[in-house]
């Protein structure tokens, strides 16, 4: 088993920034991709950003590209999602996900992970 606790969400005007951490306890050595979801009201959970612990690989989705930012850091067992210049539209919820079966690429899908940390809120008021 996994566990992943999600912290550093909050409010932000537009064009701010905020910084995500996802801490993982538990079997970690287990995990091979990392990813961040989210999902914003009356809308479907959708990938982020993703990170392959195996190829040190990482992976964003186009509306995040050159505004968002994941890392890892092995040693403290945390991902991070750097948000920078952010947009109304990026309000959600954002959830971290881990995979523990084998993978070399970093998976798109939400049934393609094994474990989910509760959430957590981040709101950019225009």
């Known amino acids: 088993q996994v566990q992943l606790v999600e912290s550093g969400g909050g409010l932000v005007q537009a064009g701010g920034s905020l910084r995500l951490s996802c801490a993982a306890s538990?079997?970690?050595?287990?995990?091979?991709?990392t990813a961040w979801f989210r999902q914003a009201p009356g809308k479907e959970r959708e990938f982020v950003a993703g990170?392959?612990?195996?190829?040190?690989?990482?992976y964003g989705a186009d509306s995040v590209k050159g505004r968002f930012i994941i890392s890892g850091d092995n040693a403290k067992n945390t991902v991070y999602l750097q948000m920078n210049s952010l947009k109304p539209e990026d309000t959600a919820v954002y959830y971290c996900a881990a995979r523990d079966s084998y993978t070399v690429t970093i998976p798109l899908g939400i049934s393609e992970y094994d474990y989910w940390g509760q959430g957590t809120q981040v709101t950019v008021s225009s």
């Open positions: 538990g079997r970690t050595f287990s995990t091979y991709a």
């Open positions: 990170i392959n612990w195996g190829s040190s690989r990482t």
